[in-house]
Nanobody, 124 residues
Framework: ELQLQAYGGGLVQAGGSLRLSCAASGFTFDDSAIAWFRQAPGKEREAVSCIATADDTAYYFGSVKGRFTTSSDNAKNTVYLHMNGLRPEDTAVYYC?????????????????WGQGTQVTVSS
């Protein structure tokens, strides 16, 4: 069974950095797509990024472009979200998601498997 575990969140001041990790198991990790989404209180879930692990092609969505990067370590079956220049509006629960296939999308309903989420709080 495909499983994802997101971790690494925390409290950081505006302008700071955090690295989130998503550990995956139960599927062919090095030929798949892993996406990051986030959801702030009272707001809809939104896509943050996606990476195709076969060739590390990455996509970024919305306001994170230029500030966040995503990378994969196929030897560790782990995808990272490197968040720089954090802003209070980045405060949210961050989730990683996958469907075990190598197709990136910003459409959440494409992904059947989700990690449990990790809280990121950015103070002003």
């Amino acid at each position: 069974e495909l499983q994802l575990q997101a971790y690494g969140g925390g409290l950081v001041q505006a302008g700071g950095s955090l690295r989130l990790s998503c550990a995956a198991s139960g599927f062919t990790f090095d030929d798949s797509a892993i996406a990051w989404f986030r959801q702030a209180p009272g707001k809809e879930r939104e896509a943050v990024s996606c990476i195709a692990t076969a060739d590390d092609t990455a996509y970024y969505f919305g306001s994170v472009k230029g500030r966040f990067t995503t990378s994969s370590d196929n030897a560790k079956n782990t995808v990272y979200l490197h968040m720089n220049g954090l802003r209070p509006e980045d405060t949210a629960v961050y989730y990683c998601a996958s469907d075990g296939i190598p197709n990136c999308s910003d459409y959440g309903e494409q992904y059947r498997y989700w990690g449990q989420g990790t809280q990121v709080t950015v103070s002003s």
